[in-house]
């Protein structure tokens, strides 16, 4: 079992940045990657960023350039940057799980806001 926490989210203005959080616990060596995931009421989940056990990142094209994920092994935390951040990155944010024999696990979401 992985338990993942998510925090960060919060209410910005057009062109600020805020940072999440996902802190892992539980099963954390069985994690094969960690992706960062968005919501937006009556539409389906995005995908948003990734990044591997080995250190591989990727990320959606509405993101790229201005989103960087990262990892604190120490902490058992993945980080989600976001810079530039415009009306239409409010959501809310998901990290998601995944393990090599193929569990998968949520947590239980952050809101951001932006302001225009």
């Known amino acids: 079992q992985v338990q993942l926490v998510e925090s960060g989210g919060g209410l910005v203005q057009a062109g600020g940045s805020l940072r999440l959080s996902c802190a892992a616990s539980?099963?954390?060596?069985?994690?094969?990657?960690i992706a960062w995931y968005r919501q937006v009421p009556g539409k389906q989940r995005e995908w948003v960023a990734y990044?591997?056990?080995?250190?591989?990142?990727n990320y959606a094209d509405s993101v790229k350039g201005r989103f960087t994920i990262s990892r604190d092994k120490a902490k058992n935390t993945i980080y989600l940057q976001m810079n530039s951040l415009k009306p239409e990155d409010t959501a809310v944010y998901y990290c998601?799980?995944?393990?090599?024999?193929?569990?998968?696990?949520w947590g239980q979401g952050t809101q951001v806001t932006v302001s225009s």
């Open positions: 998601n799980a995944m393990q090599l024999k193929g569990g998968s696990y």
């Open positions: 539980g099963s954390t060596f069985s994690i094969n990657a």
């Open positions: 990044i591997n056990s080995g250190g591989t990142t």
